[in-house]
């Protein structure tokens, strides 16, 4: 078991900034990364992941599937997560869920709206609800009008 550890969440982690944010985590002893994805990660990404938890020592990451909009994929990833990493409390999350869908302002339609902001306004209360009883240290939200402006 690790000695001191802690857990990390990171909610849209197996792309762009949410993988650099594993990088960085684990390069900066994070000790336990859990990576929240609605994806199952592909080959190349599993061996990233190893290689990382190879280059940074006391690191261990993994990949639970889970679409943070539904309470009930969030529920179930944390059970799975604090069996995974039992003893090591969740101390961190970064949400970095995202759904592309770019376009002009003014064709953009309501429901382009709803789909892009679900994963971070339902996803950011999910994940909320979830750590409540939790110790953070943090809680780290990315946004970015690109999302929706590309």
Known sequence: HFVHCRSVLIAGGLTGLGFETVKFIAA???GCIAILSRKIPSKEKQEEMKDLQLKYEGSKIVSVQCDITLTSDVE????????????????GVFQS?????????????????????????AGTLNLHRATRGQQLDYFVCYSSVTSFLG
């Open 28 to 30: 900066n002893g994070g």
């Open 97 to 121: 869920a995202v759904v592309l869908h770019d376009g002009r302002l003014e064709v953009l339609k309501f429901a382009d709206f709803q789909r892009v902001l679900s994963p971070k306004v």
């Open 76 to 91: 179930e990833a944390f059970q799975i997560i604090v069996k995974l990493f039992e003893g090591c409390p969740i101390k």
